[in-house]
């Protein structure tokens, strides 16, 4: 059974940092794509931040330099440290898993940035 189980949400003051971990089960992590989503009340799911299976990362501009997005193979997780959080920031924050034959999303974590 396939299960991608994200933590690490939570209330956090601007400025704070979280980091958001993945949990991957039921699938061969290694051979998938992994990013972060995330959606705000009323908007579109945006894609934050992708690492490849090759370990190559993208970012979306807004968290550019603020946002790290790591793996562990060893333990079929994916990360993302966030630092510097600001309001904007705050949704709820989805782990996705690609490859070519599959995909996969978890349940989300939720995100709130306020003081």
């Known amino acids: 059974q396939v299960q991608l189980a994200e933590s690490g949400g939570g209330l956090v003051q601007p400025g704070g940092s979280l980091r958001l971990s993945c949990a991957a089960s039921?699938?061969?992590?290694?051979?998938?794509?992994m990013s972060w989503y995330r959606q705000a009340p009323g908007l579109e799911r945006e894609l934050v931040a992708t690492i490849t299976t090759g370990g190559r990362t993208n970012y979306a501009d807004s968290v550019k330099g603020r946002f790290t997005i790591s793996r562990d193979n060893a333990k079929n997780t994916v990360y993302l440290q966030m630092n510097s959080l600001r309001p904007e920031d705050t949704a709820v924050y989805y782990c996705y898993a690609k490859s070519l034959w599959y995909n996969y999303w978890g349940q989300g974590t939720q995100v709130t940035v306020s003081s």
């Open positions: 039921g699938f061969t992590f290694s051979n998938y794509d």
